[in-house]
């Protein structure tokens, strides 16, 4: 019985064709991908009386919502963003690569592709394609003002100080901060990796999390944080047992499933996972902090959630100028529930996708990342509705395709060998996942629950 129908429902767009990946190498992808870039649009249309006529785009009236709403939240003073978009002088100066990062997609810096696998994600942050064709028609026309008069009324940026979640969920119940460290203003990355206790003197379970550094500093200088949760063992050591939330740039906190929870013990201790990279000017005692929202005192949610690490095994032997290609199979003794998907690699790292061999034998694409930038690191959490529910017995299948030819803007060097390592230049691969874990009955349950729903909504599967 199949629960998940992956679904296209966004308007093609150049990485439609990243479907192509999965069966060529990625530089020969990447070239079909530049050959597939739409035409730019020359105008927008209008009907008026049924009537088509010639609409100026300009910058008052159309550019500036999209920037408002998809750029400015980086790209302002203070920000991480290398420089300001909040007025046209600023702008009209990035106009053309503006241009070229929107329309590849890689701006705003999310990288899930459209048009394969399952589209309706928590916090998602891409343009649609009418504000792609947008910002090209209006570089293309050179970049007009516009009357001034036109522009959206400008952004009241909330108190720095605010959690993301903050407007969903009110403040944080609880908030564990990093130890204080001192980040020079010269030098090479830096990692700090402090033990800290969480500070709770009684178990609870866990409705959210977020990762933030501080302000206004940490937005500059931290590159990601993840918080691992320690739990005692049976001799006494404290031993890792799952990654709480991850702090990236821009990136929001995580809410767990209504019904899945994680558990904080008592005892429990957090480590702070977090790389610093210098940025000119002297930082000292920067605290990160993990703001936790509980669920009510009692609650007993139905099934536990996790998020872990899964690797994809093999050799990753890049030749100068090669590509390679590994791969991780992964199982489960009872149903889950796939609530997110994080690919992780380096800079050799193109693309990953993640399937679902079911045990009937069908093969599903559930993501697909191909424009992979490890500058980013972005989990896409499946909406409530349409997170897969997979059977015993499925297996997810992670596929890594891996670029070291001089077309990978990133290596390094593509004129010499690389492989697996810790270090940046070495490549790496592993998705993590964050999985419910289902009983038998409970898989049913939401698999009827979910035809039901959509039967309702007259829908063929994937949305409400
Ligand atoms: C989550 C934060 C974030 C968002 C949202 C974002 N940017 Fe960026 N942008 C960055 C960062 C950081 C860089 C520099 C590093 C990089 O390129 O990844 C950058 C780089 C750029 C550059 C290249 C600057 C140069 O020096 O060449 C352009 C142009 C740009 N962004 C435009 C945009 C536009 C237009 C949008 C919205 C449609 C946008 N960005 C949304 C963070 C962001």
């Known amino acids: 019985m199949r629960s998940l129908r992956v679904r296209s429902d966004r308007p093609s767009n150049p990485q439609a064709a990243s479907a ?7 530089a020969l ?18 009907a008026v009386n049924g009537e088509a006529r010639e609409v ?10 999209i920037l408002q709403a998809s750029c400015q939240i980086c790209h302002r003073p203070g920000s991480v963003g290398p420089m300001s978009l909040l007025t046209y002088h600023e702008v009209r100066r990035y106009a053309s690569r503006a241009r070229d990062l929107v329309s590849k997609r890689l701006m705003p810096p999310y990288h899930l592709d459209t048009g394969v696998g399952i589209q309706d994600v928590k916090g998602d942050w891409r343009l649609s394609d009418d504000e792609i064709e947008t910002v090209v028609a209006w570089v293309d026309a050179g970049a007009p003002e516009g009357d001034p008069a036109d522009l959206p009324t400008p952004i009241d940026w909330p108190n720095e100080q605010k959690w993301q979640l903050e407007d969903v969920l009110g403040p944080p119940d609880h908030v564990i901060k990093s130890k204080p460290f001192d980040v020079p203003a010269e030098g090479g990355d830096t990692w700090w990796r402090p033990r800290v206790p969480t500070g709770l003197n009684e178990d609870r379970m866990v409705m959210a999390f977020e990762t933030r550094p501080s302000f206004p500093a940490g937005r500059q200088i931290v590159h990601h944080a993840i918080p691992r ?13 799952q990654s709480l939330s991850e702090y990236a740039m821009g990136k929001i906190g995580e ?26 000017y002297d930082v000292t005692g920067d605290q990160l902090e993990l703001g936790i929202w509980f669920h009510e005192d009692g609650y007993e949610p139905e099934f536990d959630q996790d998020l872990r690490l899964y690797p994809l095994r093999g050799d990753i032997a890049l030749r100068p100028g090669g590509t390679a290609m590994t791969q991780g199979f992964h199982r489960w003794d009872h149903p889950v529930r796939l609530d997110s998907y994080q690919p992780h690699g380096h800079v050799h790292l193109h693309a990953m996708s993640v399937q679902a061999v079911y045990p009937d034998g069908d093969v599903e694409l559930i993501s697909m990342v191909t424009d992979f930038d490890a500058r ?10 349409v997170a897969p529910l997979l059977p015993t017995g ?5 596929t890594g395709w891996y670029d070291n030819t001089a077309e990978n803007e990133l290596t390094p060097d593509p004129e010499i060998w690389y492989a697996r390592g810790a270090r940046t230049m070495d490549e790496m691969s592993h998705a993590w996942m964050a999985i419910t874990h289902l009983t038998e009955e409970g898989y049913q349950r939401l698999v009827e629950e979910r035809e039901r729903k959509h039967a309702t909504d007259g829908d063929d599967g994937n949305r409400n």
């Open 29 to 46: 992808a990447l070239a079909i991908l530049a050959l597939m870039t739409p035409p730019p649009v020359i105008a927008q249309q209008s």
């Open 255 to 280: 809410i767990v499933p209504r019904d899945a929870g994680r558990l904080l013990k008592a005892n429990d201790m957090i480590e702070w996972d977090a790389h610093y990279y210098p940025m000119g």
């Open 56 to 65: 100026e785009v300009t910058f008052s009236k159309d550019v500036a919502p």
């Open 376 to 385: 980013w690191h972005h989990s896409y959490i499946y909406e409530d509705d």
């Open 229 to 241: 949760l320690l739990r005692l063992n049976e001799d006494g050591e404290y031993r890792r047992i």
């Open 394 to 398: 499925t297996v997810v299948v992670l």
């Open 20 to 26: 192509l990946a999965l069966a060529v190498p990625p």
